[in-house]
């Protein structure tokens, strides 16, 4: 079984023009793997520094909008890696996380990275299945 790339604009776009060596999402089977993006703004692809909860927002609205793309959906995930340049973050990050996965939410890890290359704080991934 091949591997299927899937386009979601505009962030394949901005991956391209950071020059980031990643596909926004692969389809295998009947699972979809979404990359991590940092916190794009809708309107520039700029990155640019906002408070934490504004942050998980826009990645979390990227991540659904890369699911919907690949026919899966936030219901579908099977799993999330949170990666956050704060522990103390944590729970402003469960604030807005929650929202996306009220019930039965997927397995998960927050994992503390040191930095990004840029003014950015959080990105999350995740591994779905398609319905």
């Not at 091949?2 to 009947?30: C, F, M, N, Q």
């Not at 699972?31 to 504004?54: H, K, L, W």
């Not at 949170?82 to 939410?105: G, H, L, W």
């Not at 997927?106 to 704080?121: H, K």
Request: hydrophobic share 45%; with cysteine; net charge negative.
């Amino acid at each position: 079984m091949k591997r299927e790339i899937i386009r979601v604009e505009p962030l394949s776009t901005y991956l391209e023009r950071w020059k980031a060596p990643a596909s926004a999402v692969i389809r295998h089977g009947d699972t979809v793997y979404v990359s991590a993006f940092p916190p794009f703004d809708a309107e520039t692809g700029e990155i640019i520094a906002r408070p934490i909860e504004q942050q998980a927002e826009i990645v979390l609205r990227q991540m659904k909008l890369c699911l919907e793309t690949a026919s899966s959906s936030l219901d579908q995930v099977l799993k999330c890696n949170v990666y956050c340049t704060s522990v103390e973050k944590f729970a402003a990050v469960n604030e807005v996380y929650v929202r996306f996965f009220s019930k039965d939410p997927p397995a998960r890890i927050f994992v503390n990275v040191p930095a990004w290359p840029g003014p950015f704080d959080i990105e999350i991934d995740c591994i779905a299945a398609i319905a």
